[in-house]
Every structure is written in C-alpha cells, then in structure tokens.
T-cell receptor
Framework: AQRVTQPEKLLSVFKGAPVELKCNYS??????LFWYVQYSRQRLQLLLR??SRESIKGFTADLNKGETSFHLKKPFAQEEDSAMYYC??????????????FGKGTKLSVIP | KAGVTQTPRYLIKTRGQQVTLSCSPI?????VSWYQQTPGQGLQFLFE???????NKGNFPGRFSGRQFSNSRSEMNVSTLELGDSALYLC????????????FGPGTRLLVL
C-alpha cells in the first residue's frame, strides 16, 4: 500500500533562513505528488504539484524517484510562510478513481 | 467561481446518534472526496464520488456512508456515532483525474459527547 511520511511534526526556522520540509513516499508505480498548505484559520489549499515543476511563493519541490522523496524547499523563509504543510500522493484506486494519501503534516514556524 | 462549501460548520451530537454532513462542490466539478482529520491520524480518506457513483472507499466501517446527487452535491452520513468519530470532516472537489487539484471546503467540526 502507498504511504507518505513527513518525519518532522514541527520545524522552526528564523526569518531569512532556508527551509526544507521533508517528504518520503512509498509507491511502486509512477507517483503524482502534491504539497498542500493550511494557513491559520484558512482551508487546506494546493501549494504546488510535481508535474507543474513551478515555483509558488518561492517554494519548489523536486521529485527524486531514487530516494522516493519530494522535499519542499525555500531559500529564504518569511513570517507569512508559517503554516501546516502536507505532502500528498495520488494513486489510482480502480474504476477510474484516484486516491490522495496524505502525510501527517509538518508545522512550519518562522521566527521573526 | 465560488469555492467548496460545507454545512453545517459545527455540530455536537451524542453517542448513538446519527449525523448527515453536506458538501457543495465547485461548479463543474464532478468528483467529491471526503476526509476525516484528527490530531492523531491526520487526514484519512473516507470515500470518493464521481457522477453519483462511489468510485473508491477508504478503510472505515460501514457506519460511514455517503451519496452524491445529480448536481454533484454530496452528503456523508455517520450512524451510531462513537466518541472516536469526533473530528474535522473535509470534503474536496475536483474534475476527477489523478493530476487534478483537489479543492477543499472549510470542513465540518463534529464533536461527539
């Protein structure tokens, strides 16, 4: 079965410092990976997905199939980046359905 | 476009009761997925509906059920509530493919006493 692991429950960094939120996945097929973010009192929303290979709010994530990782990185953390971050894996589940499996999340706290 | 809406936002029930939660997807989205979020287990997939058919079901007991209507609105029902059912229930809508973004609602917070 597929699994997503985010080893850090809480990550605290100073403003301006680099950020790396770790995500490892377990899946034998070709993965579709996403990062979702939840800011305080806001709903869960997509931050970025690996197929887009884009940078959103300065964040990037590279899929490393050899290490089965999809770490989220930002060179200079901002206070507004403080939020809960979830890594998610989309896999086919039969009958044309796809299931998102989430990691347990990492709470990022940026210290001013 | 209006976002995903969920009603009610908060609910308090007692053990043994049943509850129905509602989700209205983004216009044009035919897929609605439901998740249970708890501090201990995180986000867990309940089920997914697409064009009124349940396409996928997570590892939850049969007390958890759902349905989808022709306008893509979905309801989730939990019967014989247990204390452990206290959670935030999220629904998400999408166009339905594997690469599609899921758009989440604000959630319904259920407290079972």
């Amino acid at each position: 079965a597929q699994r997503v692991t985010q080893p850090e429950k809480l990550l605290s960094v100073f403003k301006g410092a680099p950020v790396e939120l770790k995500c490892n996945y377990s899946y034998s097929g070709s993965p579709e990976l996403f990062w979702y973010v939840q800011y305080s009192r806001q709903r869960l929303q997509l931050l970025l997905r690996h197929i887009s290979r884009e940078s959103i709010k300065g964040f990037t994530a590279d899929l490393n199939k050899g290490e089965t990782s999809f770490h989220l990185k930002k060179p200079f953390a901002q206070e507004e980046d403080s939020a809960m971050y979830y890594c998610a894996l989309s896999v086919p589940s039969g009958a044309g359905s796809y299931q998102l499996t989430f990691g347990k999340g990492t709470k990022l706290s940026v210290i001013p | 476009k209006a976002g995903v809406t969920q009603t009610p936002r908060y609910l308090i029930k007692t053990r043994g009761q049943q509850v129905t939660l509602s989700c209205s997807p983004i216009s044009g989205h035919r897929s609605v997925s439901w998740y249970q979020q708890t501090p201990g287990q995180g986000l867990q997939f309940l089920f997914e509906y697409f064009s009124e058919t349940q396409r996928n079901k997570g590892n939850f007991p049969g007390r958890f059920s759902g349905r989808q209507f022709s306008n893509s609105r979905s309801e989730m029902n939990v019967s014989t509530l247990e204390l452990g059912d206290s959670a935030l229930y999220l629904c998400a809508s999408s166009l339905g493919g594997p690469k599609e973004t899921q758009y989440f609602g604000p959630g319904t917070r259920l407290l079972v006493l």
